[in-house]
């Protein structure tokens, strides 16, 4: 039967470029709008994160963003050697 491992990690995001200050502005139906950071990282930082902790085998089950830091949350099965 597998059993699951967790992992709780946080990651500082890389410095965001001088002079950039791209931002995202969203807005629902009811006229609520939230303003976004573009991802100063790049695409490039977040699969290196995500490749690395994958060749440990472990898979992200959810990610949170604020105040420029990542928290992920981690799983991975363990094997504990019995059988249903």
Not at 6 to 28: N, V
Request: overall charge negative.
């Amino acid at each position: 039967m597998t059993q699951w491992e967790y992992q709780i990690t946080i990651h500082g995001l890389p410095e965001r470029q001088a002079g950039k200050t791209d931002r995202t502005i969203e807005c629902d139906q009811d006229g609520l709008c939230f303003v976004h950071d573009v991802f100063p990282g790049g695409i490039q930082w977040l699969e290196d994160l995500f490749r690395e902790k994958g060749r440990d085998g472990w898979e992200l089950v959810q990610s949170g963003y604020h105040n420029r830091e990542l928290l992920c949350i981690w799983k991975k099965g363990k094997e504990t050697g019995e059988k249903i």
